[in-house]
C-alpha cells in the first residue's frame, strides 16, 4: 500500500481501511487472518489473546469482543477495535513515540464516522438476532424514524420515531432504556444530505427540521439539503432556533422548475406588465438567461423528486 501521512493514516483508520506511514499501521482484522498480522512483537497477554481471536474469526466465530481492526506502531500493537465499537489500549511498555501514535489512535477511533458506526451496528444485529434493525435501514418502521444507540454501546441499536416534540421524543428514548443526553444518532434516513453526511447529529436540531417541515409543507429531505447548502453539515452545532428563522427567512415557496419560478418573480417585479404596456412580446425577453442570472446568485432552488417542484429560497448577500 502506499506510504501515507499521520493525518492521512489516522482518517484511513477513520474508515477502518488498510493504512500505513512506515511505523504506524491500520490493518482490518479480516486481512489479518490467518496469519496476515505479524504478532510476533505484541507482548502477551496480547499476543496469545489476539492470535486466538483471529482464529477463531477464521472459522466464523465473531463476538461482540471479536477483533475488526488492529493498530501497530513500530511492530507491537497499540490499539484495537472490537465489534461493539470498543476501543482497547494495550497497557503494556510503549516507546515515547508508540505512546503518542497510541493517543491519536485512540481520540481517531473514538470519533468513527457514522456509516462506520452502521455498518458495526449491522453485525452486531445479525450476532445478538435482532436483524431487524439492520432490515430498517432500507424499510424504515415508520417516515422519519431515526437510529439510535448508547453513546457506550454505539453498536446496540433501536429506532424510534420523532417529531416536532421534543419532550415527547425524549421520553421515548428514556422508554427504550436509553439516556436522551447520551446518544447517538447512527441513522436519519429521509433528512437529505445533512441528515446522510454530518458527522453527529442530535435530537433537538433533527426536531427542529420536523417543526421547519410542518410550518412550511416541506419534506424533511428538502430541509436537510438545504441545511447543508448553507453550509451546516460542516458547520459547528447551529442552534436550532436559527435555524427555523433561518428557514422561514429565505424560503420562498414552491414553483415546477426554476424558470417558473422567474416567470413568478418577473410579473412581481412589474416586468411583465412593462413588457405588455410597451408592446413587447414576451418572448423577446431571454427567460433562460434570467433564470440563469439569478440562479445561484440571488435564489437557490432544491428539487423535491417526492413531490415534483422545485422550493426556491433566497441566497443571503454575499
Do not use: K
Given at each position: 500500500?502506499?506510504i501515507?501521512?499521520?493525518?492521512?493514516?489516522?482518517?484511513?483508520?477513520?474508515?477502518?481501511?488498510?493504512?500505513?506511514?512506515g511505523?504506524?499501521r491500520?490493518?482490518?482484522a479480516k486481512?489479518?487472518?490467518?496469519?496476515?498480522?505479524?504478532?510476533r512483537g505484541?507482548?502477551e497477554?496480547?499476543?496469545s489473546?489476539?492470535?486466538?481471536?483471529?482464529?477463531?474469526?477464521?472459522?466464523?466465530?465473531?463476538?461482540?469482543?471479536?477483533?475488526?481492526?488492529?493498530v501497530?506502531?513500530?511492530?507491537?500493537?497499540?490499539?484495537?477495535l472490537t465489534?461493539?465499537?470498543?476501543?482497547?489500549?494495550?497497557?503494556?511498555?510503549?516507546?515515547?513515540?508508540?505512546?503518542r501514535?497510541?493517543?491519536?489512535?485512540?481520540?481517531?477511533?473514538?470519533?468513527?464516522?457514522?456509516?462506520v458506526?452502521?455498518?458495526?451496528?449491522?453485525r452486531?444485529?445479525?450476532?445478538?438476532?435482532?436483524?431487524?434493525?439492520?432490515h430498517?435501514e432500507y424499510?424504515?418502521?415508520?417516515?422519519?424514524?431515526?437510529r439510535?444507540?448508547?453513546?457506550?454501546?454505539p453498536?446496540?441499536?433501536?429506532?424510534?420515531?420523532?417529531?416536532?416534540?421534543l419532550?415527547?421524543?425524549?421520553?421515548?428514548?428514556?422508554?427504550l432504556?436509553?439516556d436522551?443526553?447520551?446518544?447517538i444518532?447512527i441513522?436519519?434516513?429521509?433528512?437529505?444530505t445533512?441528515?446522510?453526511?454530518?458527522?453527529?447529529?442530535?435530537?433537538p436540531?433533527?426536531?427542529a427540521?420536523?417543526r421547519i417541515?410542518?410550518?412550511?409543507?416541506?419534506t424533511?429531505t428538502?430541509?436537510?439539503?438545504?441545511?447543508?447548502?448553507?453550509?451546516?453539515?460542516?458547520?459547528?452545532?447551529?442552534?436550532?432556533?436559527?435555524?427555523?428563522?433561518?428557514?422561514?427567512?429565505a424560503?420562498?415557496?414552491?414553483f415546477?422548475?426554476?424558470?417558473d419560478?422567474?416567470?413568478?418573480?418577473?410579473?412581481?417585479l412589474g416586468?411583465?406588465?412593462?413588457?405588455q404596456?410597451?408592446?413587447?412580446?414576451q418572448?423577446?425577453?431571454?427567460d433562460?438567461?434570467v433564470?440563469?442570472?439569478?440562479f445561484?446568485?440571488?435564489?437557490r432552488?432544491?428539487w423535491?423528486?417526492?413531490?415534483?417542484r422545485?422550493?426556491?429560497?433566497r441566497?443571503a448577500?454575499?
Open positions: 500500500m502506499p501515507a501521512t499521520n493525518a492521512e493514516a489516522l482518517r484511513d483508520m477513520r474508515g477502518l481501511h488498510p493504512t500505513s506511514t511505523r504506524l491500520g490493518l482490518p486481512y489479518a487472518r490467518p496469519g496476515g498480522a505479524d504478532l505484541t507482548p497477554p496480547w499476543h489473546r489476539l492470535t486466538n481471536d483471529l482464529a477463531e474469526q477464521a472459522v466464523d466465530i465473531l463476538t461482540p469482543a471479536s477483533t475488526v481492526y488492529l501497530f506502531s513500530d511492530n507491537v500493537v497499540i490499539a484495537v465489534a461493539a465499537a470498543h476501543v482497547l489500549l494495550p497497557e503494556y511498555p510503549l516507546t515515547a513515540t508508540q505512546r501514535h497510541q493517543l491519536a489512535v485512540a481520540d481517531a477511533l473514538h470519533e468513527l464516522p457514522r456509516h458506526l452502521r455498518d458495526l451496528a449491522d452486531r444485529a445479525s450476532m445478538d438476532g435482532r436483524d431487524e434493525q439492520a430498517f424499510d424504515p418502521p415508520t417516515a422519519g424514524a431515526i439510535v444507540a448508547a453513546l457506550a454501546e453498536t446496540v441499536t433501536h429506532w424510534a420515531d420523532i417529531d416536532a416534540d419532550a415527547a421524543i425524549r421520553q421515548r428514548i428514556t422508554d432504556g436509553l436522551p443526553d447520551r446518544l444518532v441513522t436519519a434516513a429521509g433528512y437529505g445533512y441528515g446522510r453526511d454530518r458527522h453527529r447529529l442530535n435530537l436540531m433533527l426536531c427540521m420536523h417541515a410542518d410550518r412550511h409543507d416541506v424533511l428538502v430541509v436537510g439539503d438545504w441545511l447543508d447548502a448553507e453550509g451546516a453539515t460542516t458547520a459547528a452545532d447551529l442552534d436550532p432556533d436559527v435555524a427555523v428563522t433561518g428557514f422561514a427567512d424560503y420562498v415557496g414552491a415546477g422548475s426554476e424558470r419560478f422567474t416567470a413568478h418573480r418577473m410579473r412581481e416586468w411583465t406588465t412593462a413588457l404596456q410597451a408592446g413587447i412580446p418572448h423577446y425577453l431571454n433562460a438567461a433564470t440563469r442570472g439569478w445561484p446568485s440571488q435564489f432552488g432544491i423535491c423528486s417526492t413531490r415534483h422545485t422550493e426556491v429560497f441566497r448577500p454575499g
